[in-house]
């Protein structure tokens, strides 16, 4: 299996401030033959389900602010909140899916400080 | 915009067969990965299996012995089934399209604790 290991664990960032989420893959997950990353990022606020921000590790879903964005390839990865709002508050996960069995990362917290 | 609505027993008893539903709306199963994950606090998120119409599937092998995903195209709805569960199977388990493997649609989630 693919592991997935995110850090921190958790982070306190003050309101307008930037958050930066690392996310890190125990083996590539760049598919060469489309330069694709196999690598999705997720926002999960209390009581819902995870919400898809980031897919092909820089493409944002429809809908998701522009401030939310990804970078990196291969095994390392990025979610980057450039300016933080109080709805951003959340658990954020990175997931594997360049291979089965598809995997999550532990999951960072981001608050307010 | 597609909605996904898990279903099924809250409570199941230790060794007996979990079995959850998922009814899919304004969207087709005959299309897309359809997944189930399950998120507990000791384990964090953790993806079961995915099934694609008319019935490819494919299981993590941690479950693979255990579960059974179905898609009944006329229902337009997704199953699981899990057997000889445990308290290690507690968790909230969710239904998800995938796109295919990042996953774009989620339903709200149903909690399965498993006790006598």
């Known amino acids: 299996d693919i592991v997935m290991t995110q850090s921190p664990d958790s982070l306190a960032v003050s309101l307008g401030e930037r958050a930066t989420i690392n996310c890190k893959s125990s083996?590539?997950?760049?598919?060469?033959?489309?330069?694709?990353?196999?690598l999705a990022w997720y926002q999960q606020k209390p009581g819902q389900p995870p919400k898809l921000v980031i897919y092909w590790a820089s493409t944002r879903e429809s809908g998701v602010p522009d401030r939310f964005s990804g970078s990196g390839f291969g095994t390392d990865f990025t979610l980057t909140i450039s300016s933080l709002q109080a709805e951003d508050v959340a658990v954020y996960y990175c997931q594997q899916y360049y291979n089965t069995p598809w995997t999550f990362g532990q999951g960072t917290k981001v608050e307010i400080k | 915009q597609v909605q996904l609505q898990e279903s099924g027993p809250g409570l199941v008893k230790p060794s007996e067969t979990l079995s959850l539903t998922c009814n899919v709306s304004?969207?087709?199963?005959?299309?897309?990965?359809w997944s189930w994950i399950r998120q507990s606090p000791g384990k964090g998120l953790e993806w079961i299996a995915y099934?694609?119409?008319?019935?490819?599937?494919n299981y993590n092998p941690s479950l693979q012995s255990r579960v059974t995903i179905s898609v009944d195209r006329s229902k337009n709805q997704l199953s699981l089934k899990l057997t000889s569960v445990s308290a290690a199977d507690t968790a909230v388990y969710y239904c998800?399209?995938?796109?295919?493997?990042?996953?774009?649609?989620w339903g709200q989630g149903i909690l399965v604790t498993v006790s006598s």
């Open positions: 099934i694609t119409y008319p019935g490819t599937t």
């Open positions: 998800a399209r995938g796109d295919p493997g990042f996953l774009d649609y």
């Open positions: 304004r969207g087709s199963i005959s299309t897309y990965y």
């Open positions: 083996q590539s997950v760049l598919y060469r033959s489309n330069n694709k990353n196999y």
